[in-house]
């Protein structure tokens, strides 16, 4: 999470105290775990993958096409639940 969601979360938690939905407010550094999909072998394997490959795991052009729009960019991606089982299947990283 970014400091601007943590500290979104922490307004929203301030306003519920000061209009009454809670009685106490609890400001902490929050420890968030989050698991992401977007190691570099990973990316690697999305795209250099053919696409007969891609159709074998039933996979549509859509899904492909941005899939791999995301692993060539610099950002931090995750994949769809439907995917990582497919990628799973095929012997993910």
Known sequence: MTWSSVLLVEARELSHCIVGKR?????????YVAERDDFDLLRKKIIDMPYTEWKKMSLSKGTIHYMKQNAKSEKPFTL????????GMWGRC
């Open 23 to 31: 009685k106490t407010v609890e400001f902490s550094k929050p420890v």
């Open 80 to 87: 769809n639940a439907h995917v990582r089982e497919r990628f």
